[in-house]
C-alpha cells in the first residue's frame, strides 16, 4: 500500500464505493427484487472489486517489486514470486 495519504484516501474511497455496492444487493434481496437486476448488480460489483484488485497489482508492481529489483538480493525472487501469485489467483477468479 502507498505510504502516501491522498492515495491512502482514494483507496478507502473506492472501498467505500464497493462497500455501497455489496449493501445495495442486501437491500435488493431484502424487498425481492427481480433476480436479473440484482445479477446485474451482482456483475457491477464484481467488476468493481477486479478493477480494485488491479490497481492494487499494479501499485505492488510499481512500489514493492520495483524497489527489490532495484536494491537486489534474496527479496527481488520473493516479490516477484508474491506478484506472479497474485496474478494466478486473480486469473482464476
Given at each position: 500500500?502507498?505510504?502516501?495519504?491522498?492515495?491512502?484516501?482514494?483507496?478507502?474511497?473506492?472501498?467505500?464505493?464497493?462497500?455501497?455496492?455489496v449493501?445495495?444487493?442486501?437491500?435488493?434481496?431484502?424487498?425481492?427484487?427481480?433476480?436479473?437486476?440484482?445479477?446485474?448488480?451482482?456483475?457491477?460489483?464484481?467488476?468493481?472489486?477486479?478493477s480494485?484488485?488491479?490497481?492494487?497489482?499494479?501499485?505492488?508492481?510499481?512500489?514493492?517489486?520495483?524497489?527489490?529489483?532495484?536494491?537486489?538480493?534474496?527479496?527481488?525472487?520473493?516479490?516477484?514470486?508474491?506478484?506472479?501469485?497474485?496474478?494466478?489467483?486473480?486469473?482464476?477468479?
Amino acid at each position: 500500500m502507498a505510504d502516501h495519504k491522498k492515495d491512502k484516501d482514494d483507496v478507502l474511497v473506492r472501498l467505500r464505493r464497493i462497500e455501497g455496492q455489496v449493501r445495495g444487493l442486501q437491500r435488493l434481496v431484502e424487498q425481492d427484487m427481480y433476480c436479473i437486476d440484482i445479477l446485474t448488480q451482482v456483475s457491477a460489483t464484481t467488476r468493481a472489486l477486479q478493477s480494485f484488485a488491479l490497481q492494487m497489482l499494479d501499485e505492488h508492481m510499481a512500489t514493492c517489486v520495483s524497489d527489490a529489483v532495484e536494491k537486489g538480493g534474496e527479496d527481488t525472487a520473493l516479490k516477484l514470486k508474491e506478484a506472479s501469485d497474485a496474478i494466478a489467483r486473480l486469473v482464476r477468479s
